[in-house]
């Protein structure tokens, strides 16, 4: 029998790679009243305890709402610094090693809010951290799939300067109605460019968005993907492509494209053999960090020490790192796990 308490140990001590996590999701409600009064603004919530009370969602659009009222807190450069410092803090906590996290310009140039302000705190947060808490870190600058592709091409322009911190481009917000064909060209420039590519698929949208993310985005990895399993043909590609799934357990069930814990698709991928991940999306709203979403599957479909390693490892070869950093961190968790054994 597995003791529920020693598989927590050997998750909390695992080393990891968080790949599915957007800056904007990591804003706590302390930081965000913090931030409030440092930038004179009114918030729509009397308390602390009042924001995250509201965190009650039935579908991502009631989320997506409450995201970009929240990030309208963030304005400077010091903003985007204690952002992304706290969340390094918090994952490093969690055992967590390297992280390619996910931002939305969009969402912060439309308040008139500057590319270069965002990006140079998120980057000096970054530097800080990788020296302070030996850790790696990755960006991906995502677009805003309910806006239009032309949109997505004015950002493109205004990332050029920074192309350097970016190591890719991803898709996000609201799914339904918006396929990932929608970017085809743009992702096709981007790919020129050398940069890798994600989208979310499958989260809400059907198997064919995920198809589409593919065959027509040529991505590198699936944001959530869960909707796969609907298509038999699409879930042998993925196994025989290697292609890495970025799950968040907690943001499935928060956002009801789960309805119980005990029916998340992880422990199906897990048989069919996918490139399952564990990773937290919007860990602010969605009540977790990443150890706690490992937990949650835990808790509801019993991990084995073993498919708790797979997943580490499956986190690592998925993510965008250069052939000898993947080597040592893979080499950690060999150590690591006989130090288990
Ligand atoms: N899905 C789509 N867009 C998002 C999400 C998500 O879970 N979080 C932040 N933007
Ligand atoms: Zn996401």
Partial sequence: MIVSGKVEALIRGLPKAELHVHLEGTLEPELMFDLARRNHIDLPFPSIDAAREAYRFNNLQ???DLYYQGMAVLRTEEDFFDLTY????????????????????QGHTERDVSFGEVIRGITRARVTAESSLSMSTKLIMCFLRH?????????????????????????DSSELGHPPSKFARVFQLAREDGL????????????????????????DRIDHGNRALEDPDLVRRLVDDAT???????SNLRLCVVDDMRSHPIRKMLELDLKVTVNSDDPAYFGGYVNDNFMAVHDALTLTPEECMVLARNSFEGAFLDADSRAAYLDEIRRYAEQQA
């Fill in 62 to 64: 009631e989320f997506l």
């Fill in 86 to 105: 706290a969340y390094l803090k918090r994952a490093h906590d969690d055992g967590v090693r390297h992280v390619e996290m996910f931002f939305d310009p």
């Fill in 147 to 171: 806006l239009p592709e032309s949109d997505a091409f004015a950002t493109y322009s205004e990332a050029e300067p920074w192309l350097e911190e970016i190591v890719g481009i991803g898709l």
């Fill in 196 to 219: 890798k590519t994600v989208a979310h698929a499958g989260e809400e949208g059907p198997p064919e968005y995920v198809r589409e993310a593919v065959e027509i985005l040529g991505v």
């Fill in 244 to 250: 890495t799934l970025t799950v968040c357990p907690l």
